[in-house]
């Protein structure tokens, strides 16, 4: 499932990223690697942003680069 499919307020873990390396690299940026669990806390209206929870960090994503993000729902719904 993609990031941009994910309901508001369920934790997920990042599996994998689609694409070129350009998108792994902006990930890197932000701090989010394949492996760390996030949850989507605001969705912008008009295709705007997301705004994700990641490790009690807010990091607002692009919904081109959300969309690129796949992600498996976390088996406990806390980080």
Same mark, same amino acid.
């Given at each position: 499932? *993609? /990031?941009?499919? +994910?309901e508001t @307020?369920?934790? +997920?873990?990042?599996?994998?990223?689609?694409?070129?390396?350009?998108?792994?690299?902006k990930?890197?940026q932000?701090g =989010?690697?394949? !492996?760390?669990?996030a *949850? +989507? +806390?605001r969705?912008?209206?008009l !295709?705007?942003?997301? /705004? =994700?929870? @990641?490790g009690? *960090?807010?990091? &607002? /994503?692009? *919904?081109?680069?959300?969309h690129k993000? =796949?992600?498996?729902?976390? &088996?406990?719904?806390?980080?």
């Open positions: 499932m *993609r /990031l941009t499919e +994910v @307020a369920i934790w +997920v873990t990042l599996v994998g990223i689609e694409g070129n390396d350009g998108a792994e690299k990930l890197a932000f =989010l690697f394949t !492996g760390d669990r *949850r +989507v +806390v969705r912008a209206p !295709g705007g942003p997301l /705004l =994700l929870d @990641a009690g *960090r807010e990091i &607002a /994503l692009g *919904r081109s680069l959300a993000i =796949l992600v498996e729902p976390s &088996a406990c719904g806390s980080p």
